[in-house]
């Protein structure tokens, strides 16, 4: 054979182009990959590397197969039966000895060929050589050699075995099972990869499936063919498309070479396969069937057939010539220009807006000849239009022309008005449905006043008796007010309906009070304060605590001017917290902020020489001592640093009668003082100031 440049087409081997692009996106793992197709007598293997790099190794070495029998009548044996199956690594078939094999095999056996011996492997895009893509392809040429190979394998048994990436088992029993294992002979140290294995026996044989789900559609002188592709891609890797002209008594291929998948890579959601059958003859009916080809060269069963009659498309629409309202009546003149479909059926239809769906008016079809239709009883509003339709579905319009009857007299005001608001300000309006036929629709329209311009809300008229609108809630406005115009198909308005007058939910709740003057006073805290402002109020409550547990002790209603109290029920010396709320009719509430007071107890405990202190350098700290005093439950030691005032330090039970304070800075006087107390009655006394100079 010829040394020479083969260059290959694009668009013939496109789709297996598109799939060596596709698996570029990644890369590809270092194995062989084998499957197996057990038939009658013997057991077709067929294999391929997943890279470039490992291909070319391989074709250097050789391939080498090895076979062991794992099971016989359908026991597993105890051991493997190892078989040798080969004397030596199949190679490809050196460069001579393709020559017969392309002269019988021309097309995919050339491609072969070519990848594995020639001296350039070009990829004709039908560019001048300088573009990127020529460069590209130039860099790439392994890869193109790699997978235009795989490609004219998979397409061609006979091929792929003078490849090396095919062979037959023939010494096999039908009652044994076998693992094949596939591998390089010899292979790079640095150059990792898996080997190939598939498990299978003649008793594993099994028919090609019949392809299903072939549809056909109609087009202009073609037909749109289609099948599932994604169902059948493990048994086949093209297709024969047949078509018969003799009502399926003989099929003959569509096309000279068998059909490939040109899809796949594009996109994952593509299932189908598609092939458009072109040159073909309106009103005749086609008969189709397809057939897949595996990897082995096995052809498989037909399909079930199926009947496509490709029908003359329809160019003409029917045209409305003129229109016509004589006593109430619309008279509507038509003609159909000339035309070559077959025309089935021509319908009047009408509709309220071009954009709405249109009503057929006739009963029964008109005919071609019928130049003037009419309609008995019109709307107030109508579009017309002409529907011709063909044998195979096709259908033309044409243009609508609308006609109107006149009208004067606007509908009713709508009646029936309600509404509600929710406390995030959606307005749900509804009210009864005129009964006019020419009704279009409502108007909205809305004030804050009775008093003021009611303004539209409804930005084009709402076609139900219901409406939703939106307002702030942020208002002291307590009412929102509702008017409705109801509308005709000439936008004759009628009148306002009744005001719907709606109260708007209070989010706001009222002014808080606040407190003038606190005095705590011999026996009592006296408190005085000022109430909210806010018209809504309903009550006021005066809280007080004492820990962390609020309890009301004072309740006025909305129409009580009290604006003072003396809390005589406090406990002398404890400290209280007090504040007041305002509470509106919709339940929100305002609160003062808390203020404090205690009732004053004027006798005191003696208990001045009660503490001792002193200081241990040692240990770094200053030891405070007390007496215990009968009747007192508390003590609060009070500490102040240098010139600073006096701040509560710490509290203890009337158990405890010591404290160790070691938060201490040296050269720092530090002053002490305790306040000794009996919570029961609120008698209390203060120790003398102590002073240490630490």
């Known amino acids: 054979m010829k040394h020479k440049v083969i260059t290959i087409i694009v668009a013939t081997v496109a789709g297996f182009g598109l799939t060596a692009g596709a698996q570029q996106k990644k890369p590809a793992a270092q194995q062989i990959a084998v499957m197996a197709r057990p038939v009658k007598d013997s ?21 080498m197969i090895a076979r062991l029998t794992v099971m016989r009548d359908n026991k597993m044996l105890p051991r493997p039966l190892v078989t040798t199956v080969m004397t030596g ?19 995919y056996g050339s491609i072969f060929a070519q ?16 573009t990127i893509v020529d460069i590209y392809h130039k860099s790439q040429e392994q890869e193109s ?28 029993k039908p009652n044994e099972k076998y693992l094949y294992r596939v591998f390089p002979a010899a292979i790079a140290p640095d150059l990792k990869y898996d080997t190939g294995y598939v498990f299978c026996g003649v008793a594993d044989a099994r028919p090609l499936p019949v392809p299903q789900g072939l549809k056909g559609n109609g087009l202009e002188n073609a037909v749109m063919l289609s099948w599932n592709k994604a169902m059948y891609e493990s048994f086949y890797n093209a297709w024969i498309l047949e078509k018969s002209t003799d009502n399926g008594k003989t099929f003959s291929s569509v096309s000279k070479e068998p059909l490939i998948n040109t899809q796949e890579g594009l996109s994952d959601n593509i299932h189908d396969f598609y092939r458009i059958d072109t040159g073909l003859v309106a009103g005749k009916p086609y008969s189709y069937r397809i057939r897949g080809i595996n990897a082995f060269g096995e052809t498989g069963p037909a399909s079930d057939t199926i009947v496509v009659t490709v029908q003359q498309k329809l160019n003409e629409s029917p045209v409305i010539l003129q229109t016509e309202m004589v006593l109430g009546k619309v008279f509507i003149r038509w003609k159909m220009p000339s035309h070559k479909a077959n025309i089935v059926r021509f319908d009047l239809e009408r509709s309220t807006s071009p954009q709405k769906k249109y009503s057929t008016l006739n009963a029964q079809p008109l005919a071609e000849k019928d130049s003037i239709v009419t309609d008995e009883q019109p709307l107030n509003s109508n579009y017309y239009r002409i529907k011709a339709t063909t044998k195979d579905g096709q259908v033309m319009h044409s243009f609508p022309h609308f006609v109107q009857q006149e009208d004067s007299i606007p509908p009713v005001p709508p009646v029936g008005a309600a509404g509600s608001i929710d406390k995030k300000g959606i307005v749900s309006l509804t009210w009864e449905e005129n009964k006019e036929k020419d009704l279009f629709g409502y108007r909205v329209f809305r004030a804050n006043s009775p008093e003021e311009e009611f303004v539209q809300v409804t930005r084009k008229a709402t076609e139900v008796n219901s409406y939703t609108d939106t307002i702030s809630l942020h208002t002291l406005t307590k009412n929102v007010y509702y008017k409705l115009v109801a509308l005709d198909k000439h936008y004759n308005p009628s009148g306002f309906s009744e005001m719907l007058v709606l109260k708007r939910p209070d989010i706001i709740p ?23 402002s806010s018209e809504d109020v309903a009550c006021h409550e005066l809280w007080r605590t004492k820990d962390s547990v609020w309890e009301v002790i004072q309740f006025y209603t909305a129409g009580d001017s009290t604006r003072a ?10 400290q209280y917290h007090y504040q007041v709320t305002a509470t509106d009719d919709s339940g929100l509430q305002g609160i003062s902020k808390p203020v404090s007071g205690a009732s004053i107890d004027m006798g005191r405990l003696q208990v001045a020489k009660a503490l001792r202190i002193g200081i241990d350098r040692d240990n770094k700290l200053v030891k405070l001592e007390w007496q215990r005093v009968t009747g007192v439950d508390k003590v609060y030691v009070y500490r102040a640093a240098g010139d600073g005032p006096y701040q509560l330090y710490q509290t203890f039970t009337g158990a405890e009668n010591s404290y160790k304070d070691i938060n201490l800075l040296i050269n720092t006087v530090y002053k002490y003082k305790l306040r000794m107390m009996n919570t029961s009655n609120g008698r209390s006394g203060y120790t003398d100031e102590a002073i240490v100079n630490y």
């Open 43 to 63: 057991i077709l293997l067929r294999w391929a590397p997943t890279t470039a790099m490992l291909w070319q190794q391989a074709n250097a070495s050789g391939y």
């Open 89 to 107: 690594p199949l190679k490809p078939l050196p460069l001579a000895a393709w020559e017969p094999v392309v002269k019988t095999h021309e097309k």
């Open 115 to 130: 990848a594995l011996y020639g001296e350039k492997f070009e990829v004709d895009a039908n560019s001048n050589g300088n």
């Open 145 to 172: 050699r790699f997978g235009f190979a795989l490609f004219a394998a998979d397409q061609d048994f006979t091929v792929a075995k003078a490849a090396a990436l095919g062979w037959v088992d023939c010494d096999v």
């Open 510 to 532: 009222p002014v808080a009070p606040f407190f003038t003057k606190v005095t705590s006073a011999e026996g009592a805290v006296k408190l005085e304060w000022r109430p909210s």
């Open 565 to 574: 109290y003396n809390d005589t029920s406090a406990i002398a010396g404890v």
